[in-house]
């Protein structure tokens, strides 16, 4: 099992910049692949950003491309989301996940909020 802790979410306006952080411990070289997913209110969550730590492949959802780089810090466990020309539509609680392939997540974190104000 991967334990997962988000931070730094917080409250920016349009065109700021913000970086999310996720501190993964446990069995973290069984979960390779490591996500960001976003659920805002009355929607259904969904995929922002993966990251294959193994492979160095990346990937996004058309909506933040170009404006949001995954990354990570192997020595540290740590995944990161870096957000950059934020907008309203962004605001969401961001939920970092992990799982053995992609598609298939079995850890969350508790998420973190991120609102982005006009």
């Known amino acids: 099992q991967v334990q997962l802790v988000e931070s730094g979410g917080g409250l920016v306006q349009a065109g700021d910049s913000l970086r999310l952080s996720c501190a993964a411990s446990g069995r973290t070289f069984s979960r390779p692949i490591m996500a960001w997913f976003r659920q805002a209110p009355g929607l259904e969550r969904k995929f922002v950003a993966g990251i294959n730590w193994r492979q160095g492949n990346r990937n996004y959802a058309d909506s933040v491309k170009g404006r949001f780089t995954i990354s990570r810090d192997n020595a540290k466990n740590t995944v990161y989301l870096q957000m950059n020309s934020l907008k309203p539509e962004d605001t969401a609680v961001y939920y970092c996940?992990?799982?053995?392939?992609?598609?298939?997540?079995?850890?969350w974190g508790q998420g973190t909020q991120v609102t982005v104000s006009s």
């Open positions: 996940t992990a799982g053995a392939v992609f598609g298939s997540w079995d850890s």
